[in-house]
């Protein structure tokens, strides 16, 4: 068996939706984050630009970041196809570099967490630093209490398996994932830090947002 990275292990097919599924969720990022036509947007990580298309189509003007590069070449495929303005860069969170350029950011479908606490929090900073002044976050983050109320210890999806455990010091899930990929089990580790809604909010303060 095999050690890998976790996402690494995820079939492509993991983190992709329904396209009505991803127009309803621009429909609501596009009005929390208060975006008009013609305001630039970041998507980090962006996954293969699902969300970021319809962003598009309603006339924002979208960046997107990811680590993995087959869903960046997926996100440029599609805006070149479509004639959509986007810019798509493979990159490590932690590595964002913009300076006010933004004037809304989002971070969805429980992508926040996986690094250490003071990654975590530096991310957020840097989310902080890429705002236009007035510009908003959103980060999309599981509900802990419910998630902890319902806590599967084991927990099974297409052709892997998920062993689970709550680290109640840490306030970290960590996960061992066991998948099948042409006839052989490749095992990933994975931590995911779950903040409280109190947490989360003092870490965008220190970040200087308010």
């Avoid at 596009?30 to 699902?50: H, N, S």
């Avoid at 998920?162 to 006839?183: H, L």
Wanted: charged share 30%.
């Amino acid at each position: 068996m095999s050690m890998t990275e976790w996402f690494r292990t995820f079939d492509e097919s993991f983190w992709l939706r329904p396209d009505d599924v991803g127009a309803e969720e621009a429909a609501f990022i596009r009005k929390a984050l208060r975006l008009r036509k013609g305001q630039r947007v970041l998507d980090a990580p962006c996954g293969a630009g699902r969300i970021a298309v319809h962003l598009a189509k309603a006339g924002c003007i979208v960046t997107g970041v990811d680590l993995t590069e087959s869903f960046i070449r997926r996100a440029r495929g599609r805006f070149r196809r479509e004639r959509l303005p986007g810019t798509f860069t493979a990159m490590d969170l932690r590595q964002l570099d913009f300076h006010e350029q933004f004037h809304g950011i989002y971070n969805w479908l429980g992508s926040f967490g996986y690094f250490s606490d003071a990654e975590n929090a530096d991310l957020v900073c840097r989310y902080a630093r890429a705002l236009r002044p007035g510009g908003r976050l959103l980060i999309d983050q599981p509900n802990r209490e419910f998630l902890l109320r319902h806590f599967a210890r084991r927990k099974a999806f297409g052709d892997a398996t998920s062993y689970n455990r709550w680290d109640a010091r840490a306030e970290r899930v960590e996960s061992r994932r066991i998948a099948r990929r042409q006839g052989r089990s490749i095992e990933s580790l994975s931590s995911i830090r779950l903040y409280t809604p109190s947490q989360m909010r003092r870490l965008c303060e220190r970040a200087g947002l308010t």
